[in-house]
């Protein structure tokens, strides 16, 4: 987890308050307590807050192209970077480090917008192209990683990670949306694009949000959807081979890391499956945590490490009958009940 924050002037190149900034970016130092850097041009201030996982000794950010016109802040990760890298090398980028991050300004440069569409991962990203005067910020397919923005009454866009990165910003507005407090209520959560400030939003997951400094204000551009056509299936077996194969596969990719590695283990089939399949692709036990509570009035977490070797061709087989009779066997559809002191909600069907 990273943070991202920045300041663009969409009239002019004003100049940017690198203590403002900076205190923005500081409101995230718990979400990148490695490393945090600032990059400052008229009109552009950028920040990054860094937890280093991939490249820890030279994929400090902000992060720039060869020449330093196109800079980028981050969070996330981009897992097929490495497939990326040769198919960019070929077109003539030149990479000075092994981080997933350098791959984004060299896509742009190569793919522009259309960058985002080669990219498989979580990921909340602001780039800015001097030669081009735009900024370019993105969210990802699913929404993993968040972003908030605001345009503000000065011409200034200002953007974060989380909504406190926002608010170090004097010229926000601080009036609440009451129908985001509405969704608060009947959901539990506001829903994109609201924000909790009527003036403040977020960008919905699978979209980008394209500024050109000097031009009217742009609306954010879905890149991404989720497709609900149906998918022709041979049979059911291979139904479930394909599963299996996709799964390994996007563990595979997320195993990227220079850094120690680690899962959270429920004990359902969820997170049994993904450390089965972390177990099958690593030449070192995973390193894994499960968590209780150890009262049922008062929360209480207790984590306690454990380790998981690879696997038999034995255990193997015995996961995928397990996973087979939980495919095939769906299970049995519980009753609703009425909660307790609720005389008006439906009676048990």
């Known amino acids: 987890m990273c943070g991202i ?175 985001a407090v509405e969704e608060y209520f009947a959901y539990g959560y506001v829903a994109e694009p609201r924000t909790i400030f009527k003036g403040c939003a977020k960008l919905p997951p699978g979209f980008t949000l394209t500024l050109k400094r000097g031009q009217p204000a742009a609306q954010p551009k879905q890149y991404w959807d989720m497709p609900f056509t149906p998918v022709a299936v041979k049979d059911e077996a291979s139904a479930m081979d394909e599963l299996v194969e996709r799964l390994k596969d996007s563990i595979r990719l997320r195993m990227i890391a220079d850094v120690p590695l680690g899962a959270f283990l429920s004990g359902g089939v969820d997170s049994s499956a993904v450390v089965a399949m972390m177990a099958t692709q690593s030449d070192t036990p995973v390193n894994r945590r499960s968590t209780k509570s150890s009262s049922p009035s008062r929360w209480r977490t207790a984590t306690r490490p454990r380790t998981m070797s690879r696997p038999s061709p034995q255990t193997i087989s015995a996961w995928s009958t397990s996973w087979q009779m939980y495919t095939t066997n769906p299970m049995p559809t519980r009753p609703r009940c009425r909660p307790t002191g609720s005389a008006n909600w439906p009676a048990n069907t």
């Open 5 to 179: 924050t920045g300041i663009f002037d969409t009239r002019g190149a004003s100049e940017i308050s690198r203590e403002l900034l900076h205190t923005m970016n500081e409101t995230q130092f718990h979400r990148g307590p490695d490393e945090g850097g600032l990059h400052l041009e008229p009109g552009v201030g950028l920040g990054h807050r860094r937890l280093s996982i991939i490249d820890l000794s030279s994929g400090q950010q902000p992060l720039f192209n060869e020449d330093g016109s196109v800079v980028v802040v981050f969070n996330g990760e981009i897992y097929n970077f490495q497939e990326l890298v040769p198919e960019l090398e070929a077109l003539g980028h030149v990479f000075r480090t092994h981080s997933d991050t350098e791959v984004i300004v060299h896509a742009w440069e190569a793919w522009g917008e259309a960058c985002v569409a080669r990219f498989r991962g979580m990921f909340a990203f602001a780039l800015w192209d001097r030669n081009l005067g735009t900024l370019f910020v993105v969210r990802d397919r699913f929404g993993v990683k968040p972003l908030y923005y605001a345009f503000l009454d000065s011409g200034e866009f200002i953007f974060g990670s989380e909504l406190k990165a926002l608010m170090a910003h004097p010229g926000l507005g601080r009036t609440i949306d009451p129908c």
